[in-house]
């Protein structure tokens, strides 16, 4: 069965770093996303990405985040100068239509330390 | 509140007992949605329920939707050790690209 994958599963960085965290969602999937999860607290959504553009951002997601979808396959999470409460679980997703019809398929997510 | 939250916070059941956890929300919303999660893993989707639809199963699993309460129902049936886990009912609001998850309940089945 098709799944969503991530790399890394652990990712370690100093503060102030840039981080790039990869993820190859299901491949007949148009639309893609990124979640994050604090330790110990809800799931919260960054953003949605359909055809090439942001749909959609939280809050959360200011200009030290962006996404990519720099090839077919790669979905791409860029945070440029990491701060110790970006320490975090990030899961990425994918679905084939949009969440307000169609199950989103969760990886198993990466882990950030902010050090 | 925040849309979706959950009730209870944790919940500790014996094996073979049903276990019943209830989700509210405060917006219109397109879908409602059930997801499992095991301890610092991925988040595994249970089910899906429109906003046209009341209820909805899935071997185990029961959902309940009632728009006018703004409120939605997992029941897992016959519960196993092995259904452990943290349980996150999420809302997408009507016309939205965003999931909103609530905080969780923590089923824990004692064997």
């Known amino acids: 069965e098709p799944e969503v994958t991530q790399t890394p599963s652990h990712q370690v960085t100093q503060m102030g770093q840039e981080v790039i965290l990869r993820c190859v969602p299901i491949?007949?999937?148009?639309?893609f996303y990124w979640y994050r999860q604090i330790l110990g607290q809800k799931v919260e959504f960054l953003v949605s990405?359909?055809?090439?553009?942001?749909?959609?951002k939280s809050e959360i997601f200011d200009d030290q985040f962006s996404v990519e979808r720099p090839d077919g396959s790669n979905f791409t999470l860029k945070i440029r100068s990491t701060k110790l409460e970006d320490s975090a679980m990030y899961f990425c997703?994918?679905?084939?239509?949009?969440?307000?019809?169609?199950?989103?398929?969760f990886g198993p997510g990466t882990r950030l330390t902010v050090l | 509140s925040q849309q979706g939250e959950e009730d209870p916070q944790a919940l500790s059941i014996q094996e073979g007992e049903n276990a019943t956890m209830n989700c509210s929300y405060k917006?219109?919303?397109?879908?409602l949605q059930w997801y499992r999660q095991n301890s610092g893993r991925g988040l595994v989707h249970l089910i899906l329920?429109?906003?046209?639809?009341r209820e909805k199963h899935s071997g185990r699993l029961r959902v309940t939707l009632d728009t006018s309460k703004k409120s939605s129902s997992l029941l897992i049936t016959a519960s196993r050790a092995a259904d452990t886990a943290s349980y996150f009912c999420?809302?997408?609001?009507?016309?939205?690209?965003?999931?909103?998850f609530g905080a969780g309940t923590r089923l824990f089945v004692k064997a």
């Open positions: 997703a994918s679905s084939e239509g949009g969440v307000w019809t169609d199950t989103q398929y």
């Open positions: 491949s007949n999937h148009l639309y």
């Open positions: 990405f359909y055809n090439n553009e942001i749909s959609e």
């Open positions: 917006t219109s919303i397109n879908n």
């Open positions: 329920i429109r906003s046209n639809e």
């Open positions: 999420a809302t997408v609001n009507t016309g939205g690209f965003k999931t909103i």
